[in-house]
């Protein structure tokens, strides 16, 4: 399993087959909510494995913080780690960009992952797309 920062439109495409398999065809997200306005402000990354796509994420800087967003893995990729690949791409990247402070909103059934790595719960339950949501934050 590679990740990498996305460099071209055919790797910001393939971050986007998996953003809609996951969010928009798995969680029903309306699919302009999920390619939403922020992509072109975005650092995408795109996970591969053998060649395939099959994780993405992508992280903005908002008021002196890292937002990392639109974290997901296909189906049958989870569960070995590609999750937290991702993740310490990310914030390998942050930290290469001088942002020690990331911030992400949760979907609830994945808190106790954002835990294990680091990330603490600051908020209550909301809901965003229909799905139920807590923002978390790491100091990195």
Known sequence: MTVKVVESQQELEDAYSVRRVVF??????PIEEEIDQYEEDSVHFVMYNNGLPIGAGRFRVIDGFGKVERICVLKNA???????AIMDSIEAYAVDSSIHKLKLNAQTHAVPFYEKIGYKVISNEFMDA??????????V
Do not use: F, L, Y
């Open 24 to 29: 928009v065809e798995e969680q029903h997200v």
């Open 78 to 84: 989870r569960k070995h780690g590609a999750g937290k």
């Open 130 to 139: 229909g799905i139920p949501h807590k923002t978390m934050m790491k100091n």
